[in-house]
């Protein structure tokens, strides 16, 4: 059976221009999905090819961005690094069916 693998990172999810600016698979929602298992809500934007996150709250606190900056220079260091181990080198995504 074919496959298709798609490499990734998670901070694609909060760049303007990730995943290929869209022509690529989009993993969005994986992030998404994975904030709102923390506790997290989220903003998101588009743009003609790609949808991002731009704003991520939680208990009164709010870190936004316009997808321009790298997320780790913005969103909070503790959910930094859970995000780096949730979303290691070898997390696989099922395919949709």
Do not use: C
Request: net charge negative; glycine share 10%.
């Amino acid at each position: 059976m074919p496959r298709y693998i798609q490499e990734w990172e998670w901070e694609e999810a909060f760049q303007r221009d990730g995943f290929g600016d869209g022509d690529d698979w989009v993993g969005t929602g994986e992030v998404e999905r994975y904030l709102e298992e923390l506790g997290y809500a989220y903003e998101e934007a588009s743009s003609i090819h790609n949808t991002y996150i731009v704003q991520v709250s939680k208990d009164g606190h709010l870190w936004e961005n316009d997808g321009g900056d790298e997320p780790m220079k913005w969103l909070p260091p503790d959910l930094v690094e859970k995000l780096a181990e949730y979303f290691h080198p070898g997390y696989f995504v099922q395919p949709y069916s």
